[in-house]
């Protein structure tokens, strides 16, 4: 069972790891956004700098 | 000039820039335009195309757009001007201390989750070896080595992932009052320190896998409930949307300024149009003014003041245009008072208050039932009063109670905000439940303009379709009511034409220039500068140029388009409607008719309105009021649930419960039916956790539960009643839109 004295230590330092990364993202707002990035690959276009028909804006109410 | 200018004033970008430590910047935005998603995701596209953007979070509910970029790359008016562009008008908003309040305290309860989460799988995987030791191989040594380890892992989950429940319990104890957090902080501790003595003698049960779990389970209800409440504070918003950042400055010679509101110096002359913010403490120079100070003073009757009374910064002026003259600006006055609003507007609604005394009652009893097991068995055998007490303790733990209401109001939130509605009560919705009159406003709620090709007018001979193509190109540019009636009913004529310079003149009409020809188009005697219009065209929305009127628009009006479906589905839900409008009787009759409401009245000033809104409340009925904005804020204010529909950004439409947005009233039968889910699942999950208590108390009292077996049936007695409390809100099947 020695290697236990091995692994323990080192599955201690996996978890600190995934904590110190978790704590990054966390504290650099990846989790504050969790909807739009869902909705981005069902784009059809790529960004373009036209602006979009004017025809589409006021008049196409449901 | 580029009008968008004033934005790159150093005194705004104070105002509205958050500095980031990676040396970028942050703003907000306030787009209106932002419900359509493929308008929202065109604009987000288009933002991020810019230099030196970095991020662009849009938030559709609020109507917020969150951009992060570099400032020395790009500057505030050049990314406003692109939305301005986009068709997408983008007002920046005050950074706002609160806002960087929630985002903190979600960052923090995400973590201290987290942690939870780490430590408690690290935990249970050393309880499994020691529960796998009691049968199997795994020597003596080895099981204290393994307890040694658990206690170790636990010590971070119990020192700062459990910390708000201690400091919830202080502070519960501080205000003398008895909260969830006690029992919890309570039970946590006794837990741990009997199981840290047991690990250092070396003998005796430890229970970490089990606090560890517990903790875990309580953390992640809180998170889920934190985040669903921040997305839904839509009043604090509000007051945030409605902070006035620029002022109109008039100059001696009569023309205007745009300048930030900070910059505005005592006895500058400044004009504030119908419905916008008072930019600065000052004394009015107009004959008289009707403001609204609901939010100051919490007074829901607008106030009438007259020529030489103090204004306050952050009332909205109901009717106008006024000036005003300036005698205290800047920090100490708008932006000041209104971050002091959007916090307290924050704090004063939680949904959580109306159970708090119920909760109290609940812990005293568990509290009380702890020490009496304990007593009972220090009398009868002193070496098992801890373990039974402890059991008891955990047992009739009241968290599945505390959790049902949270999670239950918060799913229906979220999901009424997918549907457009806006709470900014919570407890509103418990009342919405018992709602069974409705009583509605007619002009801009139950019925629209709408322009039938018959009330055109040509005055100078156009042809109908040549006149309204004119009027049209002007009116696109505007949101007002009849501006979009009539670019609808433009809409078959094909591409419209694009006016610029369109400018709006508040309570007067709009302004623009189509190929060199400037248009006018609103009430008569704007449209033709100061010419008397004849008796005919003073009811018809005018349009003109320089040499005089072209052409008359008069509008009828029909319901709104969802109005017949929601009046239906209230019907079926047992809301009787009716209307109180300030309209002549003829015109609320027809509509009244089309609706199938029998009980309207016509012709109602706001105090017949108040006055009819009180004979119903008498009657015995619980009222919902639906307006839409300003003009109905006292009955709003006086009704058990009222709703207003949000197409402005008015504070007035603050005061109300529910917010309708996107200009849609079928929210409104979808909130009903959702608050009457939240009620049954409230009911049931209080039922649930006394017959779980009533059976599991006892057999914890008489010794007969290990705290371990306590501690399971309690998270997942929580986990159950949390996860039956998600139901809420959930879209029946026949009714998911596509």
């Known amino acids: 069972m020695n290697i236990l004295l091995v692994l323990i230590p080192v599955t201690a330092l996996v978890v600190i790891a995934g904590v110190a990364l978790f704590f990054w993202a966390v504290n650099h707002q990846q989790f504050d956004d969790l909807d739009t990035p869902g909705i981005l690959p069902l784009l059809d276009e790529p960004a373009s700098d036209a602006t979009p028909a004017p025809a589409e804006d006021t008049t196409g109410k449901p | 000039m580029n009008a968008h200018a004033a934005w790159g004033h150093p005194l705004l970008l104070a105002q509205v820039l958050r500095p980031r430590h990676d040396g970028r910047s942050e703003a907000a935005l306030r787009v209106d335009a932002l419900g359509e998603p493929r308008r929202a995701l065109a604009l987000e596209q288009a933002i991020r195309a810019l230099p030196g953007v970095q991020r662009v979070a849009i938030l559709p509910a609020a109507r917020r757009l969150r951009v992060v970029w570099d400032p020395r790359r790009l500057s505030l008016d050049a990314l406003v001007e692109r939305c301005a562009a986009m068709q997408c008008p983008a007002r920046p908003l005050p950074h ?232 205290r600006s800047g920090e100490a006055t708008a932006v000041a008072r209104i971050g002091a609003l959007a916090i307290r507007a924050r704090q004063a609604r939680s949904f959580a208050t109306d159970s708090d005394r119920d909760i109290a009652r609940f812990v005293a009893r568990v509290l009380l039932l702890t020490a009496l097991t304990a007593l009972g068995w220090l009398l009868v055998d002193p070496a098992r009063a801890f373990d039974a007490a402890l059991a008891v303790l955990v047992v009739a733990c009241p968290c599945a109670f505390a959790l049902t209401a949270p999670a239950a109001f918060t799913r229906a939130l979220t999901a009424l905000a997918r549907h457009g509605v806006l709470v900014t009560d919570g407890t509103a919705l418990t009342r919405l439940a018992r709602v069974d009159t409705a009583l509605f406003d007619k002009t801009g709620t139950l019925g629209v303009p709408r322009l039938d090709f018959a009330g055109i007018e040509p005055l100078r001979g156009d042809a109908r379709e040549e006149a309204l193509a004119l009027a049209a190109a002007v009116a696109r540019e505007s949101s007002h009511p009849l501006a979009r009636a009539l670019a609808d009913a433009a809409s078959p004529l094909g591409p419209a034409r694009q006016a610029e310079r369109v400018e709006a003149v508040a309570g007067a009409g709009l302004r623009g220039t189509l190929a060199g020809r400037e248009l006018r188009l609103g009430r008569a005697d704007f449209a033709l500068g100061h010419a008397l219009a004849s008796e005919r065209q003073r009811d018809a929305l005018l349009l003109a140029d320089a040499d005089g009127a072209i052409a008359a628009f008069r509008l009828a009006e029909r319901p709104r388009h969802d109005a017949q479906a929601t009046l239906d589905a209230l019907r079926a839900a047992g809301v009787a409607p009716c209307i109180a409008s300030g309209d002549a009787p003829g015109r609320v009759a027809a509509l009244a008719s089309t609706l199938g409401i029998a009980d309207w009245r016509a012709r109602q000033s706001p105090d017949d309105k108040l006055a009819r809104l009180r004979e119903l409340r008498a009657q015995g009925h619980v009222v919902l009021a639906v307006g839409d904005g300003s003009n109905d804020a006292p009955i709003l204010a006086g009704a058990d649930v009222s709703a207003a529909l949000a197409s402005g950004t008015g504070l007035a439409q603050a005061q109300a419960d529910l917010l309708l947005m996107d200009d849609r009233l079928d929210g409104l039968a979808r909130a009903r039916a959702i608050a009457g889910e939240v009620q049954r699942i409230v009911a049931q999950g209080r039922r649930w956790s006394l017959v779980y208590n009533l059976c599991a108390v006892p057999f914890a009292a008489f010794g007969f539960v290990p705290p371990w077996l306590a501690g399971i049936g309690m998270s997942l007695s929580s986990l159950g009643v949390v996860l039956n409390a998600l139901r809420a809100g959930r879209a029946p099947r026949q009714e998911l839109r596509a």
């Not at chain 2, 300048?259 to 500058?268: E, K, M, N, Q, S």
Request: with cysteine; glycine share 8%; proline share 3%.
């Open chain 2, 96 to 327: 706002d201390d609160a806002d960087d309040a929630r985002a903190a305290e979600l960052h923090d309860a995400l973590k201290r989750l987290l942690v939870a989460g780490m430590c408690m799988m690290q935990v249970m995987a050393y309880a499994l070896v020691i529960y796998l030791g009691a049968v199997d191989f795994v020597d003596f040594t080895t099981r204290g080595l393994f307890r040694w380890l658990g206690l170790v892992t636990t010590i971070p989950l119990v020192a700062y992932s459990a910390q708000p429940f201690f400091a919830g319990a202080i502070h519960e104890l501080r205000e003398h009052r008895l909260g969830i957090h006690l029992p919890v902080a309570l039970a946590v501790a006794l837990v741990f320190l009997a199981s840290a003595y047991d690990t250092l003698r070396g003998s005796g049960e430890i229970y970490f896998d089990s606090v560890s779990m517990f903790v875990f389970l309580l953390l992640a209800a809180r998170y889920v409930e934190l985040r669903a409440r921040h997305q839904g504070n839509a009043q604090g918003d509000a007051a945030i949307d409605a902070a006035p950042l620029l002022a109109q400055r008039r100059h001696d010679d009569g023309t205007l300024e745009t300048v930030p509101a900070l910059a505005l110096r005592a006895g500058d002359r400044v004009h504030v149009a119908e419905g916008d913010t008072v930019p600065a403490d000052g004394v009015l120079e107009s004959a008289s003014a009707r403001l609204d100070e609901a939010l100051l003073t919490g007074e829901s009757h607008p106030v009438l003041r007259r020529h030489g009374d103090a204004l306050v910064a952050g009332s909205v002026l109901l009717d106008g245009p006024v000036t005003l003259r300036v005698e």
